[in-house]
């Protein structure tokens, strides 16, 4: 039997709906497309939103390990009142107790709170890291009160300068577990929003200069509390506390000139510098001098303590401040992402409801007359469904290359900008030679190396009587004699160390290729080098004879106790007449004059 063929009419029925459905399927898949990209548009600008609304938590979180660390560096005032009181004051104990109390009550804050600011699936990790830290730091300063108390509850005249220091040292040690709180916080702040990082660090280096504050006064406190003389360990204890002092307001001074300043900071930076700077520091000097020429101090120990902590209040408040500053900006910058993600929720429903109205009216006013017109010629014709056309065109992707050269190019660009920038970060802007923060950035790295410490030999020298200089011969005379003493420290080392501005007229020579004897006599030979050559002054004003001391040290652990030894020794070689080099207690310990020979520094006051 003959198969009969099927109707043409048949044949177009089947290849119109056939083609309907591609349409349809193609519609339904550039809906979907559009959805999934509005999609993709709302969940980043949602990204952001969260961001900046798990910043401000994160702020907050900071802000209460900054109070805990500060509180844990206030707890140590009334601490030392309380040690120096010859007889026991219940006013003194009220307050000890209430600082006492205001430090658990913000340590039981900070333990309850989360870790806001890390990544998802890091929050356990982050959290764990952040009540360990919090535990050492409890345990840490239960120790310390229990020194504390055990001082107290001695008659006062069975307490020695010993039992005092220790106490001391030992909430010194409880400070230092705080402040690693804050250092931790910062960092993880810093790293999970970097919009942050400035406000992390200036808020962690006004914690480190609150902290190192209390110290300078409790470095003098025991002495004074006893009414005895100032002992060498206590005075240069508080010299390198002033130093650290110092060093971190500078470092603040930097960051200080972010978003955050205004009127109100800098008026609040005004009041430190006064206030405590110079008010604060005068007190500890004052109390110093004394303790220095008689021993007879004109404040207790309870009076000192009560007005030096006194001067600390506009850095709190500069704290605050900043904190609140930058509190603000991210309110504005969550409110700015709830906004965008509000408008982009708007945009992308708007985007996929033309998108379905496009393909509507592109079905009924453009692909049915076409199929109705395709219906017609294939009747007219009398023929079967032919297979769908296909086709495409070429992209033109020169306009997109184009584009991906100027990126490369400016990528380049950024990569040398970004090297001069962390050149110029590291270098002393007057001499050319490393500054202090890039000299202890190279020291970071090689104490990692537990080999190389131990060899490392440092020279800590400044010039005599500088401030003289800049007083009678200005301050462009003093640069000239700092650019002079970099420059023949640069020529006398041939390369082979590294010579750094440690600050102000200080100066540091590093080195690991040497011997002890081979940098004493490299010291000697650059301190008879700037005794011999006197400085040209600016504008030919004539020349001006310089000299400077020098002390070499070796043999430490660490950065740490090699730059105590190095002061220790420039401090005998002042302490010896200066213009000297003065090497400390080691494979080789002796003091170099002007006057020629070597001399053992041990026993110099």
């Not at 110079?278 to 020429?293: A, F, K, Q, Y």
Request: neutral net charge; hydrophobic residues 50%.
């Amino acid at each position: 039997m003959q198969r009969r063929a099927a109707p043409a009419e048949d044949l177009q029925g089947v290849s119109a709906r056939h083609l309907e459905r591609r349409l349809r399927f193609a519609a339904g898949a550039a809906v979907i497309c559009v959805a999934v990209l509005a999609g993709l548009l709302v969940g980043r600008v949602y990204q952001d939103f969260q961001l900046a609304q798990t910043g401000s938590a994160a702020l907050a979180t900071f802000r209460t390990v900054l109070d805990l660390s500060n509180a844990v560096a206030a707890e140590r005032g009334p601490a030392n009142a309380a040690m120096a009181l010859r007889v026991e004051d219940a006013q003194a104990s009220a307050a000890l107790v209430a600082a006492r109390r205001t430090v658990d009550q913000v340590a039981m804050t900070a333990g309850g709170l989360v870790a806001a600011s890390v990544l998802p699936g890091a929050a356990t990790t982050a959290e764990a890291t952040f009540e360990v830290l919090l535990e050492r730091a409890k345990a840490r300063l239960a120790v310390a009160r229990s020194e504390v108390d055990r001082v107290r509850e001695l008659p006062f005249e069975h307490r020695t300068l010993g039992d005092i220091e220790g106490a001391i040292t030992a909430m010194f040690h409880a400070s230092d577990m705080h402040r690693e709180l804050v250092r931790w916080k910062a960092a993880q702040l810093a790293r999970n929003d970097p919009d942050l990082a400035s406000a992390a660090q200036a808020g962690r280096v006004l914690a480190e200069f609150r902290d190192h504050a209390g110290r300078v006064g409790s470095n003098i406190i025991a002495p004074l509390a006893l009414n005895q003389a100032m002992p060498m360990t206590n005075l240069l204890a508080a010299r390198q506390t002033i130093g650290h002092i110092s060093g971190l307001w500078s470092l603040f001074e930097g960051m200080a000139g972010g978003p955050f300043r205004d009127e109100r900071l800098n008026g609040l930076i005004h009041e430190t510098e006064q206030v405590f700077l110079r008010e604060g520091l005068g007190l500890v000097e004052t109390t110093i001098g004394e303790g220095r020429s008689s021993g007879q101090y004109s404040l207790s120990a309870a009076e000192f303590t009560q007005r030096f902590v006194a001067t600390f209040q506009p850095v709190l408040q500069l704290q605050r401040a900043m904190l609140a500053a930058s509190e603000a900006r991210l309110a504005k910058r969550r409110d700015d992402a709830l906004f965008a993600l509000l408008g982009a929720v708007a945009a992308a429903l708007a985007l996929i409801g033309v998108v379905i109205l496009v393909v509507l009216y592109a079905e009924r006013r453009v692909f049915a007359p076409l199929m109705r017109a395709r219906r017609e010629v294939i009747a007219l014709a009398g023929e079967a469904d032919a297979s769908p056309w296909t086709g495409g065109a070429p992209g033109e992707f020169g306009g997109l290359f184009d584009a991906i050269d100027v990126l490369r190019e400016r990528l380049r660009l950024r990569d040398e900008m970004t090297v001069d920038l962390q050149r110029q970060a590291s270098t002393d802007a007057l001499t050319g030679v490393l500054n202090r923060g890039g000299l202890e950035a190279f020291v970071a790295r090689m104490e990692r190396d537990r080999r190389r410490m131990p060899v490392a030999i440092l020279i800590l020298f400044d010039v005599d009587n500088f401030k003289a200089v800049n007083d009678r011969h200005g301050h462009p005379a003093g640069d000239e004699v700092i650019r002079h003493v970099a420059r023949r420290a640069q020529e006398l080392t041939h390369g082979r160390d590294l010579v750094a501005r440690f600050g102000g007229d200080e100066f540091a020579i590093l080195t690991e290729e040497r011997s002890v004897e081979e940098t004493a006599a490299l010291a000697e030979t650059l301190r008879r080098a700037l005794a011999a050559e006197p400085v040209a002054l600016p504008d030919g004003a004539g020349f001006l004879s310089v000299t400077a001391s020098f002390g070499v040290a070796s043999g430490a652990r660490d950065w740490r106790e090699l730059t105590t030894l190095a002061d220790n020794a420039l401090y005998a070689a002042k302490a010896g007449g200066r213009d000297a080099v003065s090497v400390a207690p080691g494979p080789v310990a002796h003091l170099s004059r002007h006057a020629g020979g070597l001399n053992p520094i041990d026993g110099v006051a």
